[in-house]
């Protein structure tokens, strides 16, 4: 009996405490462990909203620059005009650009549709029309605008486009960001 | 002399208080140095955001003054800035040929500022 109370651990209150300690360290350190977690996952959303908004823009403004002066109405409604907003909708934008791929030029059109950008165009030797998404579905779009300055020839300022663009990402990722665009052809009077 | 615990310390008292130790100082160690890490990426990661904002706002000030026809004519300058919708604000400086212009015609400059980050973007020509 002795050796057995010789061998005796701990008593009930030096055990209470230490479990408390124990816990309240423990609950601590997995609450920052999770807030930790949770701000991780959040920056990767970030960073994923980023890309893709860098990269929109950035296509966005390269087409926007080489657009070229519709002298025939053949894709804006009226003839002498460098961009339009499509029925007036300033979520949309039509211009036209020298298409690469097709070796002539087409019709472009930048829009929102359903919160993804898409676009659009028309060959203007074919007529053909293709489509394309610019972002992804983790992006939603909840706003896009297109001003236009100096969008006719008989003014004489170079045409501008000032771009709005107002997003969501995964895990409530929030970004709104803007930037101008200036037609780079010289718009004088033809 | 051996009944004396303290000549004779057994090999097996207060391990368990050592281990316990070592594991809380273990997980503690993990956990603090993981959230360091992942709290950093998310500083850098917002002050990136800034700087996207930033660098859009300063590319907006050279954009709109570029391509004026009378040549390019700053009106947003440090004094009075000009904002953007989402915050962001912007002024440029235009400078003729001299001693920190080493250009044919102007030297742009143009200072995005959103929150605490700024970007600039000179354009010579």
């Given at each position: 009996m002795d050796n057995v109370k010789n061998k005796a651990g701990f008593t009930l209150v030096e055990m209470i405490v230490g479990i408390t300690i124990f816990s309240i360290i423990l609950s601590a350190v997995a609450g920052l462990f999770a807030t930790s977690l949770k701000a991780q996952r959040s920056n990767l959303a970030v960073e994923e909203s980023l890309s893709q908004t860098s990269y929109v823009l950035e296509y966005m403004s390269r087409a926007l620059r080489m657009a070229k002066k519709d002298l025939s109405a053949s894709c804006l409604?009226?003839?002498?005009?460098?961009?339009e907003n499509t029925n007036n909708d300033t979520s949309k934008i039509k211009f036209i650009k020298f298409d690469y791929s097709q070796n002539y030029d087409a019709c472009y059109e930048f829009s929102l549709q359903g919160g993804i950008l898409q676009e659009s165009r028309t060959s203007l030797q074919t007529g053909v029309k293709t489509t394309q998404n610019l972002?992804?579905?983790?992006?939603?779009?909840n706003q896009l605008v297109f001003k236009l300055t100096?969008?006719?020839?008989?003014?004489d300022i170079q045409p501008r486009v000032v771009i709005v663009l107002n997003l969501a990402g995964r895990e409530n990722s929030q970004l709104q960001i803007q930037t101008t665009v200036s037609q780079r052809n010289l718009d004088v009077n033809e | 002399m051996n009944n004396i615990p303290m000549f004779n310390p057994?090999?097996?008292?207060g391990v368990s208080i050592f281990f316990s130790f070592m594991v809380m100082t273990l997980l503690l160690s993990i956990a603090l140095g993981l959230s360091s890490i992942f709290l950093t990426q998310v500083k850098i990661s917002r002050d990136i955001g800034y700087s996207v904002v930033a660098f859009y706002a300063a590319d907006t000030g050279i954009e709109q003054i570029l391509m004026q026809r009378s040549g390019p004519i700053s009106s947003?300058?440090?004094?009075s800035p000009c904002f953007l919708d989402n915050g962001a604000e912007y002024f440029t400086v235009v400078k003729t040929p001299g001693l920190d212009c080493n250009a044919s015609n102007y030297c742009i400059t143009s200072i995005g500022v959103y929150k605490e980050t700024r970007r600039a973007i000179e354009v010579d020509f």
């Open positions: 409604s009226l003839r002498g005009y460098n961009y972002t992804s579905a983790n992006l939603a779009i100096g969008e006719n020839q008989n003014n | 057994s090999p097996q008292k947003c300058t440090k004094i």
